[in-house]
């Protein structure tokens, strides 16, 4: 006998999951779900799978959809050649935490993605969606726990890869209860994009979910979402408010590039990101709607714009980052660095053996720092690299590698830029300037 050998009456599996055997063939007939085969005699033999299929189904309506969703929530993920109950196994008993408190399965998926334990860290969200619901299950067990996992990676006690892993989980997860959420009930239309190059889509797609579950028309793109895409989009579907978040200083640039473009659709941005809370100042570049610092606050400053939609950024204030951006200074210099960048970068190549550094790290940091540097440039504001150069540090430190290797290299590069640059780039060799002389 074998997982999926039909080998049960219909009695048995009445007894094994509790459902009548008037609802299981009302499920049959109407979603197709479970699939028994049928004895000689036209009797209905089920398989331990169809068995587990049905508490699939019982479970995905513990955590509040109804069967009709839980079915073609099912029929979706086979659909993308997925096996629904490995997706969103079944959770026994046995395996939920003491108590099933929320900081306790945060922890215990915390530490099933440090493992790379797939299964383990699938059963315990699957409890908590059925103890909490899915908004706080998310909030607290998945975006929390990926906290947890970035700030160990950050700190040295996890790798890239365990963070990797446990994104991938999270995202998955997620994208199984965006798909099974109800139809909107709201009037208007809530489009959640990633700005060009942004990959961390988490934050959104999580802001996403949450606004679906309040009844609202959500169009959610992903990450790394260029304008000519966005454009497009806006035009099929024409959305109210449009819903973005950077994490980093390169992408909060391209997210002033997104805010130009739906200052000129005039069609009101609200945006956030982990780049925004680390520099107070950083928000009033953006002409748009700063959502705040949670993503709870987000959504509901979200509903808020729906609901009593504000006028667009107008003369001052936030639009501030209009004017900014005809500073002639400014664009001179990102014009001529961008021009002068290749023989930067040259000088530090045949350099390379006096900064101590592997060829790979010299690529990484080279290409880092230019974003970093182009991406203060089009903010209009130098002293943002201040915070990124500090991150920088504390994870060379954290790491166990020699802070020394990011002083030569910032000597270095300063040296190249005053070989390479003239007065049009005086704010960049200014501020590496004032970074080596606080070395001092």
């Known amino acids: 006998m074998t997982y999926t050998t039909p080998m049960f009456n219909l009695k048995a599996v009445v007894e094994e999951t509790g459902i009548t055997a008037h609802t299981l063939r009302a499920w049959e007939r109407r979603y197709g779900l479970p699939r028994p085969a049928r004895s000689e005699a036209g009797h209905r033999l089920y398989s331990q799978r169809d068995i587990d299929v049905l508490k699939w189904l019982i479970a995905r309506q513990q955590e509040g959809l109804s069967i009709g969703r839980a079915a073609e929530l099912w029929q979706a993920l086979e659909a993308e050649g997925r096996e629904p109950l490995q997706a969103m196994p079944l959770l026994p008993p046995a ?5 099933g408190k929320l900081a306790e399965l945060r922890q215990a998926w915390v530490s099933a993605c440090l493992a790379f ?19 706080m299950a998310c909030l607290e067990v998945l975006q929390r726990g990926l906290a947890q996992i970035g700030e160990a990676w950050y700190a040295g006690q996890a790798s890239v890869q365990q963070e990797h892993f446990a994104t991938a989980l999270a995202m998955r997860r997620l994208d199984g209860s965006v798909l099974a959420t109800p139809p909107p009930t709201r009037a208007g239309r809530i489009l959640v994009a990633c700005p060009p190059e942004e990959e961390h889509a988490f934050s ?5 979910f949450l606004l679906r579950r309040r009844g609202w028309d959500v169009l959610y793109l992903g990450a790394n979402v260029p304008i000519a895409r966005l454009e497009t989009a806006i035009a099929a579907r024409r ?15 391209t997210l002033l590039e997104m805010a130009r473009f739906l200052y000129g659709e005039q069609i009101p941005l609200a945006f956030g990101g982990w780049i925004f809370n680390r520099l107070p100042a950083l928000p009033a570049r953006i002409p748009g709607h700063f959502l705040g610092q949670t993503i709870p606050q987000g959504v509901q ?8 939609p504000r006028p667009l950024p107008q003369a001052g ?3 501030v980052a209009f004017e900014h951006e005809s500073s002639q200074e400014r664009r001179r210099a990102l014009a001529h660095y961008r021009e002068r960048q290749p023989r930067i970068e040259a000088e530090l190549w045949q350099n390379l053996a006096t900064m101590g550094m592997a060829e790979k790290d ?5 290409d880092a720092l230019a974003r970093h540097i182009s991406a203060a440039l089009i903010l209009c504001e130098m002293s943002f690299l201040d915070t990124c150069l500090d991150w920088a540090q504390g994870l060379l430190h954290n790491h166990g590698l020699p802070l020394d ?12 830029a005053q070989a390479h640059l003239d007065e049009r780039a005086t704010p960049i060799v200014n501020w590496l300037a004032t970074q080596l002389s606080q070395e001092k």
């Open 317 to 319: 204030g936030q639009e």
């Open 301 to 308: 400053a979200a509903e808020q714009l729906m609901l009593a």
């Open 239 to 253: 959305p109210q408010l449009v819903l973005s978040a950077a994490q980093q200083l390169p992408t909060a640039a």
């Open 117 to 135: 334990d797939e299964a383990r860290a699938e059963q315990v969200v699957t409890g908590a969606f059925a103890l909490y619901g899915p908004e």
């Open 405 to 416: 290797v990011l002083s030569n290299y910032l000597r270095a590069y300063h040296r190249a």
């Open 362 to 366: 010299l690529t990484m940091a080279n």
């Open 204 to 208: 959104l797609l999580l802001a996403a």
């Open 95 to 99: 395996a939920m935490p003491a108590g």
